[in-house]
């Protein structure tokens, strides 16, 4: 089945093209995401770096702590706790207790801030990455940060509203009937045969990466 019958497959299910589109999830402008403060998304990262393996709901309901203990995720504060310092907050029954976890919070703030420096701003840094290179910002997030690998890097772009694709298994699961994929891509060389695939479905459809992943989801699921 091609994009195309997937799209209007889609569209009988939710009935027209209006309820179809209000269903689909919508990127952030770079404004948006400009204005956002380094400390968001230090939290985000934060945050979604313990979801990974956990309901999400039981980690956004302990989030308020986290963010009471680690001085509102601000990267200058967060970047300086010492290892006494992680353990005294792994004695917080409040908080997910995850070492390796806790331990990614100085670390990635230190790269949210050296990324703030060069840039103005974290948020003007992904404002700026062209999203017809967006798997090449996985990439990035996955080296410069700690715990950003696997679907960690896409899952937290689509939660601050830069607009990316994932590759949930429904989305997998379209792209191997479609001959795009053989199996889930992990490779560079896979990844960017991917993310061309994708570019080239939003240039014919003017629908965002998000949307067009969603489409694929929900073609299959």
């Known amino acids: 089945m091609k994009f195309a019958d997937r799209l209007a497959a889609v569209r009988d299910r939710f009935g ?21 403060s380094d400390a968001y998304y230090l ?21 308020p702590a986290f963010e009471e203990a680690f001085f509102g995720f601000e990267p200058e ?17 409040r908080l997910i207790r995850h070492w390796g976890k806790m331990c990614s919070i100085p670390y990635n703030a230190a790269m949210v801030r050296e990324v703030s420096r060069a840039h103005g701003g974290f948020g003007r840094f992904l404002a700026e990455w062209p999203e017809t290179d967006i798997v090449g910002l996985w990439r990035y997030l996955s080296k410069q940060g700690k715990q950003m690998g696997g679907q960690s890097g896409a899952r937290f772009l689509r939660m601050v509203g830069k607009d990316t694709f994932l590759l949930t298994d429904d989305v997998v699961a379209a792209l191997k009937v479609m001959g795009v994929v ?26 965002q990466l998000c949307q067009l992943s969603q489409i694929l989801a929900y073609s299959v699921g």
């Open 43 to 63: 939290s985000n990262i934060s945050r979604r770096i313990f979801r990974a393996g956990l309901k999400h709901s039981f980690v956004d309901s302990r989030w």
């Open 182 to 207: 053989e199996k889930i891509p992990t490779s560079q060389k896979q990844l960017q045969h991917t993310q061309a695939f994708f570019n080239e479905l939003a240039h014919t459809y003017s629908f």
């Open 16 to 36: 027209s093209d209006e309820a179809m589109r209000a269903a689909l999830s919508v990127a952030a402008d770079a404004e948006q995401l400009t204005q956002q």
């Open 77 to 93: 504060k967060a970047e300086l706790l010492s290892e006494s310092d992680l353990d005294e907050r792994m004695k917080d029954a």
